[in-house]
């Protein structure tokens, strides 16, 4: 430990049933510094930090901050600490406005006990300024948006005080620009004598921002170094604990007879003129920025999102809009962005949650057969490496990233003619991401087809044989594969085709 040390755990485990989730794991984070914690999904990232922020108890294993031995048996402890974390899952109180949220548990007082909101106010606008955001005070937390709550949290850590600061996965939903402004803000806690702890799956980032990395895998610390003697390839290969090839798994296959043709389709949620077609065969991209309507056009088409009007043909046969029903009848399915919300039942078990969309499949004269259905599940589990202690645990207690392979799984044994993927790969691990891409090709060899949305530009170039590019809720560019580059995707998605 170095004087600069400000938190530092030492031997610590924790066992959940059927899972060891972290064994005999030491760290140490400097104040002034950005340290990244990567690791595939499942391996213990969320629950060292939980343990940090006083949410779960350590089996063994100590923990010291500024030097002196805690014990962190409360967030209240770990806040009184100078600790505050940002959740990879956001949780908030939908009524709450902003004043409230950010003073909530610890009101300023006036004489009697009275909580004094005129303090409150003040002291709100004064952070607003102070950290350049354009919020009012009584704004209430339903009207934000999820990258608007995140910077909120992140307000909150300031406003506290707080010297060490837990980020879990701070960009898996915001856009391009505001991640710019958050590693700002980051850039600025760090000058401020900060410490931070940083997790994510996005290499790139890891790279711009650390100051050292520390790589968890099945629940042990495999390394810790400066991020200058790291690169890439080499924190990839010790998270997943052998080398990943490079590139994409794309295989050029025979493209058939349009299988989705969309014709001037607009919808209340703020798409105009939406005009596109899918193949069979074919793996059909949707880039743009964040509020490009890309999702909107989706959520629509495949009926979550009412009042859209233009024309849907599905195999040459006009389908009815709006209509989740009719999407499924003809063979369409979607894997939503927003997982938590539409995706998982959290008390049911992966082995439920997994079928819950092709139950039919499974019944053989009436009954279920559940040899068959177990084998199904742990096929598919298996493929993309699911990482739980059996088909039977309940889902909400799978990893984030693991969570997310739970989704993607139910809507790939659903066998559908047409997948439709939105973010499909948002918070999984390297490793994982592969075997995604994978699973794509050989859905489209068998002559099926994929609209993928998606905001990381590589993975489109890399497993798109078109892109249609979005702008303010139209389509303004389309692409063949040929022509894909990052620099006229961007153009278009600005609205900007020409150069220069
Ligand atoms: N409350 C819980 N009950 C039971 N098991 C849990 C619980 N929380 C975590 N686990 C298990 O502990 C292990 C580590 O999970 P953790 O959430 O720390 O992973 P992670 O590294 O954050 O992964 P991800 O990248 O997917 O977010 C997993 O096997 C998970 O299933
Ligand atoms: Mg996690």
Redesign the pocket.
Known sequence: MTQDTVLEVKHISKS??G?K?LDDVSFSVRRGSVHVLC??????????MKIINGLYQPDHGETLIRGERVKIDSPIKAGELGISMIF?ELNYTPEMSIEESLFAGRWPTRSLGRIDWSAIRSKTLQLLQQENLPFDPETKLKALSISNLQMLEILKAISRDADIIIM??PTSSISNKEIETLFHKIADLRARGKAIVY?S?KMDEIFRIADEISI?RD?RVVETRARADFDIDSVIALMVGRALGHGYPKEEVAHGEPVLEVERFSGPTGFRDVSFRVREGEIVGFAGLVGAGRTETARALFGLDPGAHGTIKVRGRTSKIGSVQDSVACGMVMLSEDRRRFGIVPVRDVKENVTLASLAQFFRNGHLHNAMERKKVTDICERINV???TID?PVG??????QQKVVLSKWMLCNPDILILDEPTR?I?VGAKFEIYKLMTSFVKERKSILMISSELPELIGMCDRIYVMAGGRITGELARAEFSQETIMRYAMNMPKAG
Do not use: C, W, Y
């Open positions: 959940f049933p899972v989730a690791g595939e999904n499942g391996a213990g990232k969320s629950t060292l990879q879990d996965e997790i799956h968890l629940g990482r739980m202690p645990s207690t799978l990893s984030g990233g693991n918070g691990d």
